[in-house]
């Protein structure tokens, strides 16, 4: 039970933080990093809680902007980029960018992940949403050179930060310990002390410098 409680206060808190960096984003003139920190707290929700826990953590912290900041971009991109992003970076947790193999495969679920992504806000603002939006969108990209312009610096710019977020989470979860129960706990120093016995035992030597031959059966009987 209190294993429990640390996950749910510990996703309490992450919940906390995810809210307050939206309404940084809501009330302040700043862009949408303050959401990618929201993200990152979801992240945590999940990895120190559990999965259901980041759940929770992520539809709370979409419920409490919209009541912030309403139906605008900012909001569309929390429920459609970041809060999902915060979900699935979970699954890619093991994937690091100072591994040339595992680099490669992030980086392309990256580009795969915020391109669908960002596809479907656009789509969705566009087609859906014409009226009762804070930012033309339509308008907006085709400043920039059209969709295809805007994709490309949106890859160029969330990418980037998918390294940082790696790099991050690395860093804060080694300072964050996991809560285990005590029969996982058990079951961890089971493992650890099975893997120490299977570990070939390094040979022994006398003083002469002569390999010393031990016979398994010398250690059995030792035991009993």
Known sequence: MKVQTKKLTTAAVCTAIAVIMCAATAYLPLSFMPLFLAAFCIFLACKRGSLPYGLLCAAATIGLMFLMSGLTVKWLMLVLIFAPYGIVTVFL????????????????????????TVGTLYAIVVNVLTIGIDVNISEWVGRVGGYAVFAVIATVVLVPLDFMFGTLSATVLKKIPVRLSKAEMLQQKKDEQKKRDDQPKEPEYDIFGYEICRDDNDDDDKKR
């Open 93 to 116: 947790d093991k994937l690091s960018y100072f591994k040339v193999k595992s680099a490669i495969i992030r980086a392309v679920i990256a580009i795969v992940f915020f391109n669908v």
